[in-house]
């Protein structure tokens, strides 16, 4: 699986992805992510990918032409690559998007920032998305979500395979029941904490009933 993120800031994703899991994906070649800086695609003097918006208003606004020149050259012409802008406009992620986007080949993510981008910029992407009901001051932190959310749920990134089965949003509003490890009784000020029976009984299917009933489901 490959990512390709088109930033103005490159430097933001290299601690995150230098760590842990995805550092691991990389590094046993399941995953390929290829950071790319947007103003290499600038062709002035002082490398803008910005200007003020027509009509007036706060802020900068992203060049199209500019991105169109970034998005065209990353591009391949694999059919199971999607090209993603990240927006506050977009479509949220959810759970059910990982999955679907874990079954493509590659995903090029385009970063906004300052006011936003050009509108026409969407007439060369397949889809917006927003991580959810908020803003950033970038689509970064967007960009970092999905290539997680999304690696971790191909072949062999993570440890154990069923540790994406059983859990949060597996199942489209299913929270995943509670978990518990040593010690067995915690102990804070005059007050105990003790792990709930039942795990410690080893009997497998009093677990899996229990399990099951502290289940949420989110409304």
Known sequence: MR????????????????????????????VKIKIHNLRDW????????DDTPYGGGA????????????????LSKNKKTKVVLLS???KTWTQAMAHKYAKLDRVILICGRYEGVDERVKEFVDE????????????????????DSV??????????????VDESHSQPGVLEYPHYTKPEVFTAGRKQYAVPKVLLSGNHKEIG????????YKK
């Open 88 to 90: 506050a406009k977009g």
């Open 3 to 30: 990512f390709d993120i088109i930033t103005i800031f490159p430097k933001i994703f290299g601690s995150y992805f230098g760590e842990s899991i995805i550092k691991r994906a990389q590094a046993k070649k399941l």
């Open 128 to 147: 917006e998305i927003s991580v959810g009901d908020y803003v950033l001051t970038g689509g970064e932190l967007g960009a970092a979500v999905i290539v």
């Open 209 to 216: 009933k229990w399990r099951q009933g502290q289940t949420k």
């Open 42 to 49: 600038a062709t002035d003097k002082h490398k803008s990918v």
């Open 151 to 164: 690696s971790r749920l191909l072949p062999g990134v993570l440890g154990n395979i069923e540790s994406a």
């Open 59 to 74: 802020g900068m606004v992203m060049k199209v032409d500019v991105l169109y020149r970034a998005i065209k050259q990353v």
